[in-house]
């Protein structure tokens, strides 16, 4: 496993790294047991969320004394702007839930525009309240995480006010970059986020085979030495739900030294812009801050389908999923509460029916 400096301080992370995103899909013994072997094999990096439903507890309860052992980060509500109290008692909260008395990182969560940016910096607010925190040891180092458009991601952390950046970066979405490359000038840490691009990468797909290139046995694989082959990315964040996925990411973890010298990069990247024209213009990330939906649609689970299907032209299997699903796109009564939640900014009332239409049977 390769190490990266994540901090100017010099605070050195594992190019593959833990998000706890998952861990409410599992019980509290499977996730101790993930957790400890995502430790034992050098992952030193874990991260999870106030919004990831009992991630918090699960990992409090599964570090035990390893708690010393890693750089655990943790984020801020995404109900932003949040006032500087708020986040305090969140941060209480947190602490209690990750059974610890400090946090290694926070990261200012939902930062998505520049209106919200503003705000957040202002007097009363998240980053006044964590400065505050960082002041009585509580917080040790602070970071930004957006889906806000590159150009105003690079103002945020040209600001000066953060240690790292989180940004939403795999084979297929490259879209930051250039907020990476200039992270890294400013001697941030950079995390990205989404590198199967919500699992999509990861399903072994014939079409995505070439993604499948050097040591990497599986697409995830692949997926994942392409992150790691950009020097500019400190760590990549991995939803992990099985010690067999933590075994697969820390061998993708080794990956550096096997694509630096090559030009696969470059040829998976020229192969996903050939296949640009089909790919919807925006894409569900299956990030899931939209569920639950108040009439039980999957919604990304929906959107996965529609979207292999129409790039894939892998319809039919998609039929059968639906179906087997309960076709349950027909159920949208149009609430709009998913639209809200979405980073993506999907407009989800008009992609369900056209995934409805193309679906049903
Ligand atoms: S708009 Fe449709 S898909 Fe979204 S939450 Fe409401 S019912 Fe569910
Ligand atoms: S529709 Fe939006 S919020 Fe829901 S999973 Fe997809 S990207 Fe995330």
Redesign the pocket.
Known sequence: MEYRQLTESGIKVSCVSFGGMRLPEITEEQAYKVINKALDLGINYFETAYHYGDSEVKIGKSLGKRRKDIILSTKSAYNDPITGDELKRNVEQQLKRLQTDYLDFYQMWGTDGMDVFVKMIGPGYKYEAVKDLMRQGIIKHVGITSHGKPKDVEIMIESGLFESVTIYYNAMKQEYTSVAALAQKLKMGVVAMGPLN?GFLGEETKEMSFLKRGKAKTNAEGALRFIIGNKNITTAIVGFKTEQEVIDGVFAGDFYEDIADTNDMAVITETFKGMASKMPKSI????????PCKEGID??GV?KLMNNAKVYGTIDFAKTKYKKAGQKGALCSKCGL?ME????K?N?IADMAEAHELLKS
């Open positions: 919500g569900c990330s299956g990030c899931n801050y939209c569920n919604i990304p959107f998913c939640k979405c980073p993506q999907l989800i």
